[in-house]
């Protein structure tokens, strides 16, 4: 079994920080990228921030300059550290990555559960 298991998520002031992370567990043969989306009430789920397996990095325009993606020391880890949080970054946070789980197995699309962040004063 496979799953993506995030931690770090909670309340913050305007102006503050967190740093959510993402641990890939169970039988994993190669993993393409790891990264975050979010969720808002009463919105769709949309992009936050990736990393692939060569190190590259992506992020949204609305947390460019405060979000940085990384890996961990752990294996198959993946951090978002996130400054200077706003009011509208306030939304359930999904891990996700892509990859395989054997040799000759295609790459798939796995979800975390979600863990809420949410900025108010």
């Known amino acids: 079994q496979v799953q993506l298991v995030e931690s770090g998520g909670g309340l913050v002031q305007p102006g503050g920080s967190l740093t959510l992370s993402c641990t890939a567990a169970?039988?994993?043969?190669?993993?393409?990228?790891m990264g975050w989306y979010r969720q808002a009430p009463g919105e769709e789920r949309r992009f936050v921030a990736t990393?692939?397996?060569?190190?590259?990095?992506n992020y949204a325009d609305s947390v460019k300059g405060r979000f940085t993606i990384f890996r961990g020391v752990v294996q198959n880890t993946v951090h978002l550290q996130m400054n200077s949080l706003k009011p509208e970054d306030t939304a359930v946070y999904y891990c996700?990555?892509?990859?395989?789980?054997?040799?000759?197995?295609?790459?798939?699309?796995?979800w975390g559960q979600g863990t809420q962040v949410a900025v108010s004063s």
């Open positions: 996700h990555s892509e990859f395989s789980r054997y040799l000759g197995d295609s790459y798939r699309d796995y």
């Open positions: 169970g039988t994993i043969f190669s993993i393409n990228e």
């Open positions: 990393i692939t397996n060569n190190g590259n990095t």
